[in-house]
């Protein structure tokens, strides 16, 4: 029998990697998707959840869970993210299969399992239950390509070239590739994480990227012929672009207690352009060696500064250094949309992150790039030379960005002509995300044309 198609609401369920940038780009994808009549629940593992706890709010979308075989801790609980990811793979899909199949026993069953990339598995879930599936990429295009052709064996590992030319990406230098194929060896289990992302993606009913189409022309070009995708993104809340979902002022989940008050008062108090905001995300901290390189770059600069450092990486500040802060503010964490929008903010020194990446392109504020692993290494080369919107702190032989470097590089955006090309550039990108995302742009469209295709199930 057909479904009642006026009574009949389409039910996705989004399955996010458990980590905060994983997180974040789903959800905010999520809210776009109930804003056009889908309903939306939002599934991560049980151990995430926990150390969430009560940071969040939502409207409208269900929160449900998996297990990853740590409940209690996750990843910290493991002895490795080998023997994590091999229990996760293993736990992961039968309390997924569970899931889905407790609620195909209520009146509004699974239409589609939206699934962050990096967990493969749930495609095979959904299509053992005769569910749709579309992949989630967090990543950027350019990215995914470069790991598709690690998958596809079209990359010698180790790297034994200088320079790689792959369909739709400018010729890239071996350390510009992701620092899992440049650093091939390091963190096994997360290199099998991103390779094997394509292992079923030949069974996939959509490709949802985080990206837009005017950021990646020639490569979303180039992967249109061999896969369904579409572009959705910047995953950004609506406030800070388009508008058009008024309750949408922040991402409504967060795994850090943020000091909006304290950030928000600083920088109250600023001349406008005056303040280099410094954040290195979530996931991975500086070195002893560069974490003071950082400092003592920032004060030689003699600029303002706001700079995140995480808890667990605060013993590393140098004393003398924190013993004499004039011009700065060092807190935990802060509320990084909204000191990216704040007119005292000058440029952004960033991880190149993608999620960072993104919110510094829809703000248009300039970069000054700091990449550290993962596919941070690609991200900077598109900031600095192909969107033209930052320069890169170089780092030497030992890998740590001296701290002359630093401050010639905040000079060079605070004082320099080349900081005016970064903001007039940073700008345009501004005004091309906005669009992307507006009534009629070309994510717009795209996520239209996904729950349209949903609403005929």
Request: net charge negative; with cysteine.
């Amino acid at each position: 029998m057909e479904k009642d198609m006026k009574n009949h609401v389409a039910h996705c369920l989004v399955i996010a990697y458990p980590a905060q940038g994983h997180i974040n780009p789903l959800l905010q994808f999520s809210k776009r998707l109930v804003h056009r009549g889908i309903k939306i629940t939002l599934v991560s593992t049980v151990s995430i959840w926990n150390i969430i706890g009560n940071n969040i709010n939502l409207n409208s979308i269900d929160i449900d869970s998996i297990s990853d075989g740590y409940d209690n801790g996750g990843l910290a609980e493991a002895e490795s993210i080998d023997i994590y990811k091999e229990t996760f793979w293993k736990v992961g899909p039968q309390t997924l299969y569970k899931l889905l199949q407790n609620l195909a026993s209520t009146n509004n069953p699974v239409d589609c399992v939206i699934y962050d990339s990096f967990l493969p598995w749930a495609l095979d879930v959904a299509k053992k239950l005769g569910i749709l599936g579309a992949a989630f990429f967090t990543q950027t295009c350019s990215v995914q390509n470069i790991y598709f052709h690690a998958y596809q064996k079209l990359l010698e590992l180790p790297l034994s070239q200088r320079e790689y030319v792959l369909p739709g990406l400018p010729k890239l230098g071996a350390s510009e590739l992701p620092s899992f194929l440049y650093k091939y060896g390091t963190f096994p289990g997360y290199f099998d994480i991103v390779v094997n992302q394509f292992s079923n993606i030949d069974k996939v009913d959509w490709v949802l990227a985080n990206t837009f189409y005017e950021l990646e022309k020639e490569v979303i070009d180039w992967l249109v012929k061999i896969w369904p995708v579409k572009t959705i993104g910047p995953t950004v809340p609506s406030m800070f672009l388009d508008k058009r979902l008024q309750d949408d002022k922040d991402y409504g989940i967060s795994i850090y207690n943020q000091n909006t008050e304290a950030c928000n008062k600083w920088l109250n108090d600023k001349p406008k352009g005056s303040v280099v905001y410094v954040s290195f995300g979530s996931m991975a901290g500086l070195s002893e060696e560069q974490t003071e390189e950082v400092a003592w770059g920032l004060r030689d600069s003699d600029c303002y500064f706001i700079w995140v450092v995480r808890t667990i990486d605060q013993e590393k500040l140098p004393k003398e250094f924190v013993g004499t802060l004039e011009k700065g503010l060092i807190l935990t964490w802060c509320p990084q949309l909204e000191v990216l929008t704040h007119e005292a903010v000058a440029c952004f020194v960033t991880h190149c992150g993608w999620n960072s990446t993104l919110e510094a392109l829809s703000l248009g504020v300039p970069m000054i790039a700091m990449p550290q692993w993962t596919d941070q290494t690609t991200n900077a080369k598109y900031i600095v030379d192909v969107w033209e919107v930052g320069v890169k702190a170089v780092a030497d032989e030992k890998e740590i960005v001296r701290r002359e470097t630093i401050k010639d590089c905040i000079k060079e955006m605070l004082e320099a002509e080349k900081g005016n090309e970064m903001k007039k550039n940073a700008m345009k990108w501004k005004n091309l995300v906005k669009n992307s995302v507006d009534e009629g742009g070309s994510s717009d469209k795209n996520i239209a044309e996904f729950v349209a295709k949903l609403a005929q199930r």
